[in-house]
């Protein structure tokens, strides 16, 4: 709704519109309305309306096992107004990286579904040591819904898993 605050904005005083791009001045974050210290010296930002496609933003941290990580780093495309699909990598120090693409569909009061595949690959350790771990595993997981009539639906998933711990491994 238009009376609704947003939870972010860029605002700037010095704006021009060419085409598809916007260009600032300097330009400030606010959140809820409330300005922060960050702002940078000038900005030029689409001016494209709809979904479009464009990076995914990592996250970072530490695990015990594998080391230091970027995760979920990534490409998101809005392919049409019916699809999507998003492409997610993830890496370690210590060697093991995962690939995570995802294919969204959806058609508004007739079908949607979701298609997610993981590859895996675990590096725990280093090839000397007794309890040196490097398993490659993968998921591959897909759900469909479908309204047939007013009175009749259907539903699936599918779950096919390469290793047994799969989901006890890699849970987040």
Request: no cysteine; hydrophobic share 30%; net charge positive.
């Amino acid at each position: 709704p238009p009376d609704e605050t947003p939870s972010y904005s860029l605002r700037s005083n010095k704006m021009k519109v060419r085409g598809r791009w916007i260009y600032t001045g300097p330009i400030n974050l606010y959140l809820f309305n409330i300005p922060t210290p960050l702002w940078l010296p000038f900005g030029f930002l689409p001016n494209v309306p709809g979904r479009r496609s464009g990076p995914l933003p990592p996250r970072y941290g530490q695990d015990p096992r594998k080391g230091l990580f970027l995760r979920d780093w990534g490409w998101y495309f809005a392919l049409n107004d019916y699809t999507d699909l998003q492409i997610r990598a993830s890496i370690w120090s210590k060697g093991s990286y995962e690939l995570n693409p995802v294919f969204r569909y959806s058609k508004r009061y007739a079908y949607d579904g979701q298609i997610d595949l993981t590859y895996q690959r675990t590096r725990i350790g280093e090839t000397e040591d007794p309890g040196f771990t490097n398993r490659h595993s993968g998921q591959l997981q897909w759900s469909h819904s479908q309204e047939l009539s007013p009175t009749a639906s259907l539903r699936g998933r599918v779950n096919l898993v390469t290793a047994s711990d799969f989901a006890r491994q890699n849970s987040n």
